[in-house]
């Protein structure tokens, strides 16, 4: 299991003292000082205080300005702060490979027998290839270290694979990690793959480096100390993507079924090259967002009748070694839509048929949900219309099952004498762009029920107006929920899923 290390980057000695008290209380293993950060620093006097009350095994870390440090410091006070910390007792020191050989040798006389020497190896531009980084996590080992760590910085998802190679192979302790936001993965799976720590932020707003997690997130919403060798990995594909709550709901679902699974964000931007990197059995299945949904359904080895039909897969699993695509955003959009009537007593022109049948439903937006809840809608017996941004596409969908396609910019003037529906599948008002509508307010009395399927904010914009407008509203909450549901069982192959614990989780304000 790979240790948690809070990295302390208070700019005084009292306030790193406070949050070092705190990193153990939030489930910390160790404690990072980062020198580099300390204004004002004395190193005999302030190290001493560090080093003496500490609480946890700690490392000292006095990065320089030329390879990320906070601080321009004079080279030779720098590395004489870092060999006081030796002496006074730190657990371990990381030192820049650039002079590892030089501070090594200088403590090897009075080196203690517990001190462990972190050589590490910063690239804040790229992820070399697998050959550069063996290379270097040999380099470093030969310097003299006792572990090896290399950063490297993400310019796609893909990148992190390359690091997970390494750590995987490597015979010494290894601390591997990619920086930024495609690079957050390295750190949640560092004990599925091999690594020696990772680092977690104390507090949002304070971190490191770039796509460190909260240590909150990390323990709360990641599962991190139950991932290991074993552990099958789901996750949501996205982009954006860390918006979305899922990875809460869906773990503590796999935490009340007794899964040895986690479920993650991956921020993608080229849905193929991820699904060719990550294509190994223990990348089990994947959730599909935007934008992916439409390639995700070209992407997979087998698709759903349905999906196929609706041309967006937002639900992958791998059977067999292949990836079968199928979607559940259809249930979860329409039935929400239902519920919402059926508690309004608003009843469909068929008998004991749904409630949207012979109702005119205008769906916005022509991406994945709304190829899925159009298909559903018309098969329920509603007539659709698509209302797209982009003409042809909406076009293209209402050719596909028989509706009709109407210019987004023209839906404000449209509301024909039948009873309607609106239904929201764009983006528009999601976080953090809330405050935004797709559609003007005064339009919206035209519509007995108004539908968002974002559901981060719950509250949007669109149905804040509607309800103002008179409309009944239906949000997209319950239909995270009821697809969520389909998804957690295709994972699982195990029925029903703890929809009362999925539904307390999404609910939560964590």
């Known amino acids: 299991m790979a240790l948690l290390c809070v990295p302390l980057v208070a700019s005084s000695v009292e306030k790193m003292l406070l949050d070092a008290d705190r990193a153990k209380a939030s ?18 006097q302030d190290l001493g205080v560090l080093l003496r009350e500490k609480k946890l095994p700690t490392i000292v870390t006095y990065r320089p300005k030329w390879d ?18 030796v002496e006074l007792g730190s657990d371990y020191v990381d030192v820049e490979l650039k002079v590892a050989d030089e501070f090594i040798k200088s ?6 027998e517990m001190l462990k020497v972190i050589v590490s190896s910063c690239n804040y531009e790229n992820t070399p290839s697998v050959e ?34 390494v750590c995987t192979s490597c015979k010494v302790p290894i601390i591997g990690l990619v920086m930024g936001d495609r690079g957050v993965i390295s750190r949640l799976f560092a004990s599925k793959f091999g690594g020696y720590l990772t680092y977690a932020a104390l507090d949002g707003g304070i971190e490191s480096a770039v796509g460190e997690p909260t240590i909150k997130k990390m323990l709360d919403v ?17 982009n954006p993507v860390y918006h979305s709550k899922s990875p809460f709901v869906y773990n503590k679902a796999f935490s009340f079924l007794g899964l040895n699974a986690v479920f993650v964000h991956f921020l993608v931007d080229d849905l193929p090259s991820f699904l060719n990197v990550y294509s190994s059995p223990d990348f089990a299945g994947f959730s599909c967002t935007i934008p992916h949904k439409e390639i995700m359904c070209r992407s997979c ?8 039909a609706m041309g967006a897969v937002n639900t992958t699993i ?11 955003d259809y249930i979860g959009a329409i039935s929400a839509i239902e519920e919402a009537l059926r508690a309004a007593n608003i009843q469909g022109n068929i008998p004991g048929g749904s409630p949207v049948a012979g109702k005119l439903l205008v769906i916005m937006g022509a991406g994945g949900t709304g190829k899925a809840l159009s298909y559903i809608a018309k098969e329920k017996g509603a007539r659709v219309v698509i209302a797209n941004r982009t003409y042809e ?65 719950r509250d949007t914009q669109l149905l804040i107006d509607a309800k103002e407008a008179g409309a009944i509203i239906a949000d997209g909450v319950e239909m995270f929920l009821r697809q969520a549901k389909g998804q957690i069982e295709l994972y699982t192959n195990r029925s029903p899923a703890p929809m009362h614990i999925m539904e307390e989780a999404v609910l939560s304000k964590d």
């Open 132 to 165: 550069i980084l063996t290379s270097l996590a040999a380099k470093i080992r030969s310097a003299g270290a006792d572990i090896v760590k290399i950063a490297t910085t993400a310019k796609d998802i893909t990148d992190v694979s390359r690091v997970f190679q």
């Open 393 to 457: 596409r909406a076009e293209k969908l209402a050719q596909a099952i028989g509706g009709q396609a109407i210019p987004l910019s023209e839906l404000e003037d449209f509301h024909p004498e039948e009873e309607m529906i609106l239904a929201n599948t764009t983006s528009v008002g999601m976080y953090p762009n809330t405050g935004v509508s797709p559609i003007p307010k005064h339009a919206l009395k035209h519509y007995i029920l108004v539908f968002d399927a974002i559901y981060t904010p």
């Open 222 to 238: 990641y599962n991190f100390r139950r991932v290991g060798r074993d552990t099958q990995i789901f996750g949501l594909i996205g």
């Open 318 to 328: 791998r059977r067999d070694g292949k990836l079968i695509g199928c979607n559940t």
């Open 27 to 44: 489930g910390a293993d160790v404690v990072e000082l980062r020198l580099d950060c300390l204004k004002n620093f004395q190193p005999r």
């Open 68 to 85: 990320g440090g906070r601080t321009e410091i004079d080279e030779q006070k720098r590395l004489d702060a870092l060999r006081l910390a």
């Open 107 to 112: 403590i090897s006389e009075k080196r203690p």
């Open 301 to 308: 080895d087998e698709v759903d009748p349905i999906a196929k």
